[in-house]
């Protein structure tokens, strides 16, 4: 059984930062990709950022310059690193990861950009 853990979600002024982690546990193969996703309200779910096997790392545009996507040495934690917080980047926010055998997914953090 695989288990991802997300934290550090929570309520930032507009300009602040916040960073996300999730770290997967288990019984998890040969990770390909980890991924964040989110969700705002009356919305779909949205791929924010990427990073493959290789380190190659892919935003959704809305993100590009303010979020960066990151994992640790042991690849079993992704980071994501968000700067220069706006109101429309409130959502709850999830953490992805691809391994050889299937995709998992947390449970989601919120993220609420307010003033």
């Known amino acids: 059984q695989v288990q991802l853990v997300e934290s550090g979600g929570g309520l930032v002024q507009p300009g602040g930062s916040l960073r996300l982690s999730c770290a997967a546990s288990?019984?998890?193969?040969?990770?390909?990709?980890m991924n964040w996703y989110r969700q705002a309200p009356g919305k779909q779910r949205e791929l924010v950022a990427h990073i493959s096997s290789g380190g190659w790392t892919n935003y959704v545009d809305s993100v590009k310059g303010r979020f960066t996507i990151s994992r640790d040495n042991a690849k079993t934690t992704v980071y994501l690193q968000m700067n220069s917080l706006k109101s429309e980047d409130t959502a709850v926010y999830y953490c992805?990861?691809?391994?050889?055998?299937?995709?998992?997914w947390g449970k989601g953090t919120l993220v609420t950009v307010s003033s």
């Open positions: 992805n990861v691809v391994d050889t055998f299937d995709d998992y």
């Open positions: 288990g019984s998890i193969g040969s990770i390909t990709a």
